[in-house]
């Protein structure tokens, strides 16, 4: 929500006149305002109006920074029909990305194992290789790929995992970066996050699009666009749908969307309908209404039945997300007089403030394993993404950036995905949870904002 909620913050009056009349959050949204942007979601005056990037182009990454302890880890080019794509690329640019891993050069080897019983493991030792991937691509009949991979141990000279898909050529890619997890998570212990998407807000040529791609930024597909704003993605815990908020009808609806097309409106309430966030298990999703001047948090189910109140208060309460645990229900809240954040029971109950360090801190977010919570801060008037451990109460700023905002961790936990401001124009970038890994996503031409990482897919 890259608009001007910090301007707005200093004048309530101000704010609360902007959410009871679109005409007013029109002119918000075509302004071209030069200063910093709170982070706030109020959906009606927020989100991703300064985004664009071209329909169909890919993000490119620039990494900087890396892991205290990269393994180091040899992708051999696979063999086989291997023509469209270099699956070994990819999964050597996955674990890159980690920052987790230092992938060897194996352009000085003369081998070129595709199994491990092809393997000269002193060679590979003497590149210092710890682990060592090799795989082959095999066209079969009916338009197939038999794609087949092997991980094994240079130390110990043993294989640590291997598998075998049956795909169609298209799914290449898609497979490259599975291959990639199942690496990631032998040699870390962890899940890995290559093989799943993200989704983000474009805007072309006063378009708006909402698009999803693969998690490095490949295979960009629109699924809505409208030459009205579109704002706040929001997955639903299976991947199957997104919420979403559209300004279509010259006020913010709530709209679900399936990936695979269908669409239907999840809350047209009177007054604005913004701030979508799932429950964990998918029951039911927190919204934002402004049936009178204020925004309140609600409750609905995914069916759009059973709306439920959630805080009513004469401040300005937004930006709900679920506790993993799907117990409570947090938000930015002024309530206090300055921006802070704010926990309520999911099923009702007297809100408690969560945020007391700094004078500024919205847009929570919270860890996959429900112990720490991302945020951004007003840092010395820089908005930049912070974590707060939820036992210690430790903050940590992690971006850099003057105008960061809409945090969103990968599913585990290891990177968070945001947005910032480079150059005039928008960007998504990416920074790992200790802070080491920097990671920046950009297209060239346009603006990108509010990302929201998708979960896993089994």
Do not use: C
């Not at 009056?13 to 709170?38: G, T």
């Not at 696979?78 to 891993?101: C, E, P, V, Y």
């Not at 040699?187 to 799943?196: Q, R, V």
């Not at 004078?359 to 996959?368: I, K, L, T």
């Amino acid at each position: 929500m890259f608009l001007q909620t910090a301007i707005n913050f200093l004048n309530l009056n101000v704010l609360k006149f902007a959410f009871s009349f679109y005409s007013s959050i029109k002119q918000h949204i075509h302004k071209d305002i030069k200063q910093p942007m709170n982070l706030f979601r109020l959906v009606i005056i927020s989100a991703s109006f300064l985004m664009a990037s071209a329909a169909n182009a890919a993000l490119e990454i620039e990494i900087s920074g890396g892991g205290a302890q990269q393994v180091p880890v040899a992708i051999v080019p696979f063999g086989g029909a291997n023509t469209q794509q270099n699956i070994s690329s990819i999964i050597n640019a996955d674990l890159k990305r980690s920052g987790l891993f230092r992938v060897l050069e194996t352009g000085g080897v003369t081998s070129r194992p595709t199994e491990i019983s092809q393997i000269k493991y002193a060679e590979w030792a003497a590149l210092q290789a710890q682990a060592i991937a090799v795989g082959n691509v095999e066209a079969m009949p009916g338009n197939r790929l038999k794609v087949t991979f092997q991980l094994a141990d240079v130390l110990k000279q043993s294989q640590l995992t291997g598998m075998q898909y049956n795909i169609a050529p298209n799914q290449l890619r898609t497979t490259a970066h599975k291959i990639a997890d199942a690496i990631y998570q032998k040699l870390t212990g962890e899940s890995g996050i290559f093989a799943s998407r993200i989704a983000y807000i474009n805007k072309t040529k006063g378009r708006y699009a909402l698009q999803v791609a693969d998690a490095d930024g490949e295979n960009p597909l629109t699924m809505v666009s409208s030459n009205e704003p579109i704002i706040s993605p929001s997955w639903s815990p299976d991947g199957s749908k997104i919420a979403y908020v559209s300004f279509e009808k010259k006020k913010p609806i709530i709209y679900l969307q399936s990936l695979s097309g269908q669409r239907s409106v999840l809350a047209n309430f009177k007054g604005n309908n913004s701030a979508p966030s799932w429950a964990p298990d998918g029951s039911r999703l927190a919204i934002v209404l402004t049936y009178g001047a204020n925004s309140q948090v609600y409750t609905i189910n995914a069916d759009g039945s059973g709306l439920k109140p959630l805080t009513k208060s004469s401040a300005i309460d937004t930006e709900p997300t679920w506790s993993t645990d799907g117990k409570w229900i947090y938000f930015s809240s002024d309530r206090g007089g300055k921006p802070q954040i704010y926990k309520v029971s999911s099923s009702g109950g007297e809100p408690q403030r969560v945020t007391f360090e700094g004078s500024y801190n919205v847009s929570p977010r919270f860890s996959p394993d429900g112990k720490s919570l991302a945020m951004i801060r007003n840092d010395g008037g820089k908005f930049r993404v912070a974590l707060q451990d939820l036992t210690s109460g430790q903050v940590q700023l992690l971006s850099d950036g003057a105008q960061d905002e809409s945090p969103s961790f990968a599913p585990n936990g290891r990177v968070l995905l945001y947005a910032t401001r480079v150059g005039g124009r928008g960007a998504l970038a990416g920074v790992s949870s200790d802070g080491r890994v920097k990671q920046r996503l950009s297209e060239s031409g346009g603006d990108i904002r509010e990302p929201a990482w998708g979960p896993l897919i089994k």
